[in-house]
């Protein structure tokens, strides 16, 4: 998350890399030296319950999720 609007060229970076990552998962997950899980465990949790691509629904989420933290961490200010 960023307050500021990052660079064209970072984005785009950004992205080419996530898809890089997303579309070798399996790889990631056989290179991997110790897992909590078993691969399959891994496999269907990273290629199935999660979703990368940041959306317009996605941001708004995450917006009102920060607006929710400051306001909890001001609460805490004011409770001490």
Known sequence: ?????????????FNKALDYGITHIGEAIGSARELIVSPQEALTYLSHDISYHLNAEKREAMKLFMELAQSLDQEQMYAE
């Open 1 to 13: 998350v960023s307050k500021q609007t990052l660079p064209e060229h970072f984005t785009c970076r």
